[in-house]
């Protein structure tokens, strides 16, 4: 292990530009001669639009175009779509109702978007924006899922009856009511995993530019993966041909999956940018965020866990409702079934599993992937049914997690999913050991002198990361491959670029990349530059989300430098009039192996591109280009043990204490890992005690600002302690795994389950805020 190299707890290259506000993003962006953009959006949950009457606006100052939805249409301008196919259980396809960028007949949800003003100034844009005159019929609206298919709801799409999207299920129903049927103990539980609002630091920008001369277009725009991003304005949304369409996304603040879709804001920009003849550049306030961003979560389940006589698992069945919201989002369907359902066995070695899900349109924001993306779903429900059935068993809920855990691997789950490699009792093991598990009970009975209840959970957690390989998601209804690719140019002074498809928004990519052409070549991490970001920069990539960028973005780069090694090799053997097989690399340099005959690591680079002296027939030049498509995908897995003390005069919860002992395989820095562990636990925190979206039955939105939307802040979160163990991912040449999302999927339960102990309630949603778990007090104690 190097310095610099994998492993080393090396500071972030790319902070400096942050902390200094030297970070470039979409506001930062200035185009000659551009113009700012409002967007007119509906104030019904649900209208027909019936008039819409833009003369006003037009002759107010500074205004250079007011657009709508039928010049978008008459323009050819497509449909959003959703790019990943479910079937039902039927056979039949999902009915994916229409989502015009701009809406010209009716609005589904507040915030859809309607017109586009265009003027000199953001403010002049707003004003007019403001004298832009609609009438609406307004129609009877549904934000509830498990309501939006009785009988005179509102029919959201006419081409879903009963505003269901689709009827899906995975797993053996037969096998499973056979396994029921067995059972000495059976535990059921009605769960809900709330709705929540992303809240990147960056809220969504897109700035649009057409260039008449060139007749090529450039959108600069704040994405988890510009290239798809082009693929699909290009493909689907017919907004330019992709070899006349530039998609670049720079510095991107936080993206936790709400980045990875195209929106209406980016085609419209570009679209009005042409009708215009200015480039048009739009930023989201706040609560444009909160209203039109893809929110995460919202499903609505009833579980129900069979177990034998000796307290081990026979059979799951999960029945579980899934509001997507007004459209379909661009990957909203994979997330509450194949993200989702195929992680129903977690850790457990479960022999029967069924479940059903239930997609459903409400008059409400689109939902769609949040960090996580199905997982946190998966294991808030079997983290809540484990910790109960402990509780009616009346016995320790390690030990019966225990006694389940798989323990051979590779192991096939009933629901698709291959485990290739893990050891959940070694994470379990760390965890109890670290928060003194053992000790919980005199914690206790101190607590109680105080008069304070406290409280103990913990919560198993597994996932699938790298979303992969691009034929097996194919087969099951994926729009696009799930490969990455990397491209590694050596330049002739010896510097290195590594050009790859996995943006950062937040992971570290500039620093991580870079100590792998360290660990590789021994050159300084300052003489690496890694570029993305940029569809003409760049070979095509698929993006970062997933936790994918190690597991699939790095080995992409891992191939790219292998092509980089076996040619720098040759060219120093040449140089060096020694066998190939005779050089290593080390620190810099090309040597003999066994003698001190060496050659610079530059000057073998420089040697490549004056090409004086090659190899008979090989071409000048040192660049390597290189695809990966995943064999698996990854599994990292871990316990998360909470311990909270709540004030039962006032419902006020504190976390006195989080452990979290992961397993992501090998890793490449563990500082960083720290942090994306440390962020995902506050999200994951903020879920089960803070957050919530909620609509009131018009469908406003309630929470639509920081006034009624509780993000975590950093009095609201202990010190935590954290940890890894590590069994390397045998489906990757790092043996990477992949941690971005896992404090996210393990925290909530661990939450909830150590409220619920110290109230001594199992009834208790999220988020448990002081007058929900107030609330849930009294009602215990009558």
């Known amino acids: ?25 979409v506001d930062d962006m200035v185009v000659p001669g551009m113009k700012h953009a409002a967007f007119v959006r509906s104030p019904h949950a649900h209208a027909q639009i019936k008039k819409i009457d833009v003369k006003k606006a037009q002759g107010m100052p500074g205004v250079i175009g007011v657009l709508t939805g039928k010049e978008l249409k008459a323009d050819g301008i497509g449909n959003l779509i959703c790019g990943w196919m479910i079937h039902s259980k039927d056979g039949s396809p999902m009915k994916m109702g229409a989502w015009s960028p701009l809406a010209f007949d009716r609005v589904r949800y507040v915030g859809d978007a309607v017109v586009i003003v265009v003027a000199e100034t953001k403010g002049q844009a707003r004003d007019a924006a403001e004298a832009v005159e609609i009438t609406y019929k307004e129609l009877k609206a549904v934000v509830d899922a498990s309501k939006a298919m009785d009988k005179g709801a509102p029919q959201i799409h006419p081409e879903a009856d009963n505003n269901l999207i689709f009827d899906w299920d995975i797993g053996n129903a037969d096998d499973t009511e056979a396994a029921f049927g067995k059972a000495a103990h059976v535990v059921k539980m009605d769960i809900i995993n709330n709705r929540l609002v992303p809240n990147a630091m960056e809220p969504r920008a897109a700035l649009g530019h057409y260039d008449k001369a060139e007749d090529h277009y450039t959108c600069w725009t704040t994405s988890q993966n510009p290239h798809v991003a082009r693929l699909v304005m290009s493909a689907f949304y017919n907004v330019a041909p992709e070899n006349k369409l530039r998609v670049i996304a720079p510095d991107v603040g936080g993206g936790f999956g709400s980045k990875i879709y195209i929106y209406p804001e980016e085609i419209v920009c570009l679209w009005a940018s042409k009708k215009t003849g200015v480039p048009v550049k739009w930023v989201a306030d706040r609560t444009e965020s909160f209203l039109t961003d893809a929110h995460g979560r919202d499903h609505h389940t009833h579980a129900e866990m069979a177990f034998d006589k000796d307290h081990r698992i026979l059979g799951l069945k999960v029945e579980t409702q899934a509001n997507l919201g007004a459209y379909m989002s661009l990957f909203s369907s994979a997330t509450p079934t194949y993200l989702y359902a195929t992680l129903l066995s977690g850790q457990y070695n479960i022999p029967a599993i069924h479940a059903n899900v239930k997609a459903i349109y409400t008059n409400t924001a689109p939902v769609d992937a949040y960090r996580g993306a199905g997982r946190p779903e998966a294991t808030f429900v079997m983290e ?15 030990e019966l997690r225990r006694k389940n855990f798989v323990t051979a691997f590779p192991h096939q789950t009933p629901v698709i999913m291959c485990y290739d490699a893990g050891d959940y009792a070694a994470s379990l093991d760390a965890a109890m050991q670290a928060s003194d598990y053992a000790g919980f009970a005199k914690r206790k009975a101190a607590a109680a002198k105080k008069g304070l209840l406290r409280g103990i959970g913990m919560s198993c957690y597994i996932e699938a990361c790298g979303i992969a390989p691009s034929a097996a998601v194919g087969s099951l209804g994926a729009g696009v491959g799930l490969w990455e690719s990397a491209e590694v140019r050596v330049n002739a002074v010896g510097t290195i670029e590594v050009l790859t498809g996995s943006h950062s928004h937040g992971q570290g990519h500039e620093t991580t990349f870079a100590q792998l052409v360290n660990e590789r070549f021994g050159v300084p991490l300052d003489s690496v530059s890694i570029v993305h970001g940029d569809t003409d920069k760049v070979q095509m990539g ?30 120093a053997a040449h140089l060096l009039e020694a066998d190939e097989g005779d050089i290593v690399i080390e620190n810099g340099a090309l040597k003999v192996a066994g003698t001190d005959k060496n050659v610079p690591w530059f000057q073998m680079a420089l040697a490549a591109y004056t090409a004086h002296n090659l190899p008979g027939g090989m071409e000048p030049g040192l660049k390597e280009t290189a695809f990966y498509d995943p064999s698996n995908f990854t599994f990292p897995a871990g316990c998360y043990i909470c311990e909270v003390e709540v004030d039962p005069e006032t419902g006020v919860t504190e976390i006195v204490q989080f452990v979290a002992a992961d397993d992501f395989g090998n890793i490449i820095n563990p500082m960083i890992v720290e942090g994306q562990v440390h962020g995902g636990l506050a999200q994951g ?17 309630l929470t639509a600002s920081y006034m009624d939307y509780t993000m975590p802040r950093a009095g609201d979160l202990p010190s935590f302690k954290v940890s890894t163990s590590n069994t390397p991912c045998p489906g990757n040449p790092l043996g990477i795994k992949g941690c971005g999302e896992a404090g996210a999927i393990g925290s909530p339960p661990a939450v909830i389950n150590a409220l619920t102990d110290a109230i001594g309630s199992n009834d208790l949603a999220m988020p448990a805020s002081p007058s929900t778990v107030w609330a849930a007090i009294r009602a215990t104690k009558h």
Do not use: C
Not at 548 to 570: P, W
Not at 685 to 700: F, M, P, R, W
């Open 384 to 398: 809540r049914m484990m910790e109960t059935a402990a509780r009616q068993f009346g016995v320790s809920p390690a």
């Open 1 to 25: 292990m190097g310095i610099e190299g994998v492993g080393a707890r090396v500071a972030r290259k790319e902070d400096k530009r942050f902390i200094t506000g030297a970070g470039r993003y």
């Open 685 to 701: 925190i903020g879920q089960a005690l803070l957050e919530g979206a909620h609509y009131d039955n018009s469908g406003q939105l």
């Open 542 to 571: 698929m993006g970062t989300y997933g936790s994918r960028s190690g597991a699939v973005g790095m080995s992409a780069i891992v191939k790219a430098l292998d092509k980089v090694e076996a040619k720098a090799k040759k060219i």
